[in-house]
């Protein structure tokens, strides 16, 4: 039973952050402390209990602690730290909830076990990845947190058991359906509206002060003949071309029309896919231009962004299925918030 539901996650900070549980390592390695107010609120140092499991204010200021520089770069002021800095340790408390609860659901089948080989491996290279190999270090680590190595291999081992549990739940909401997609696509048309964009490369000729408009265009033109006889446009640029992206073979990606000075998208937007301009002679220098590939203003059609769809539709899914197993685990167990 739980005496209290939950708080409601902050879906930008822990996508930023990548939050579950912050790793073991994490825990030993926090940032400088900061007030976070913790002990004003939960005086008896208790934050929750969960089945026979304590959480304490030390369990979540370990946590908390390596997300602290992530959340002063987004905060503007103070009073706006403090809010998101109180939302973040909610949410650790419910994550640390979870972990037990998650644990426990495994523990049910006494046929799952992770093999000793596999928690072996993983203190084996965090000792080498954050101790730089140096158990004495690893073990100072442990000492400094006043737990055995007993007791961190079974960190360790429920940590792998939150994930492939966790894993287990996203692979349930795998699979879409095509009617799905499609009703999707139908019901959101408007955001696979996309605006005329080219995918550009360029060949610039920088004026120099001895060069007129015509020594400009006769550079120009030298390219635009090889092109013409067939040669290739990015290693023409490689060989020819002065600005920053030469090395690049003259590629400036994809770019819409508002994207462009206006004297660019003119002619730009005229040509189709393969095809080059004339010689275009501007204050700073010759550029010849070149679509790589183009794509028209218009609704992009469901093959095209059915992967796109897809994708979202199985990340939505997953989140709907997980956070459903959640609160049913939630509901079965043991759970008292201080």
Known sequence: ????????????????????????????????????????????????????????????????????????????????????????????VQNLIDRVLIVKEFNKDEKRKVPPSYVDNQIAETIISQFDGDRSKYLAYLRSRGISQKDYRKEVEEDMIYGYMRQQQSKSASTVSPVKIEAYYNENKERFYQEDSVHLRLIQFTRSADDTDETLHAKATEVVDKLTAGGDFSDLARQYSQDSRKGKGGDWGWLRRPDLRKEFSDVVFNLEKGQHSAPLIMPEGAFVLFVEERKHAGTLSLDEVRPEIERALIQQGSRQATERWLEKLRRNGYVKHF
């Open 1 to 92: 039973m739980s005496l209290r539901g939950p708080r409601i996650f902050l879906p930008a900070l822990l996508a930023a952050t990548g939050l579950l549980l912050a790793s073991n390592l994490a825990r030993g390695q926090a940032a400088q402390p900061v007030q976070d107010n913790l002990n004003l609120r939960y005086a008896n140092g208790i934050a929750a209990i969960v089945e026979n499991h304590v959480i304490t204010v030390d369990d979540i200021r370990r946590e908390v602690q390596p997300l602290i520089p992530e959340i002063q770069r987004q905060s503007h002021n103070e009073k706006e730290f403090n809010e998101k800095l109180e939302d973040l340790q909610e949410n650790v």
